[in-house]
């Protein structure tokens, strides 16, 4: 499979932003999905992740509360919104997915993911 992110750009503290990322593919219903995001001179760290089916999400701590992921299996899409918006929220986010069993909890972990997209900037401003 593969992904493609968009959706980033420059907004301010508070403000609200929605990235998607499109994945190529007719069985991407049987990928689970997930977010991560790179500042610079940091490690890759977990956003949100979704199941196959779109029943089980999990949040980063540092996300808890402000983002929201979402899929659509008909248009091989998955959506995070972007809410409350902090600078430290600054970075290049990615998505990523693995293919999974219909009844597994979805990976969170960098190396459990199979394939990624190119990533999309996001630049929150104080």
């Known amino acids: 499979v593969q992904l493609q992110a968009y959706g980033g750009g420059l907004v301010q503290a508070g403000d609200s932003l929605r990235l998607s990322c499109a994945a190529s593919?007719?069985?991407?219903?049987?990928?689970?999905a997930g977010w991560f995001r790179q500042a610079p001179g940091k490690e890759r760290e977990f956003v949100a992740v979704?199941?196959?089916?779109?029943?089980?999400?999990r949040y980063g701590d540092s996300v808890k509360g402000r983002f929201t992921i979402s899929r659509d299996n008909i248009k091989n899409t998955v959506t995070l919104q972007l809410a409350t918006l902090k600078p430290e929220d600054t970075a290049v986010y990615y998505c990523?997915?693995?293919?999974?069993?219909?009844?597994?909890?979805?990976?969170?972990?960098?190396?459990?993911?199979?394939?990624w997209g190119q990533g999309t900037q996001v630049t929150v401003s104080s």
């Open positions: 990523a997915a693995r293919r999974t069993i219909l009844t597994a909890q979805p990976p969170i972990l960098v190396s459990e993911f199979d394939y």
């Open positions: 979704i199941s196959r089916s779109g029943g089980f999400v």
């Open positions: 593919g007719r069985t991407f219903r049987e990928y689970a």
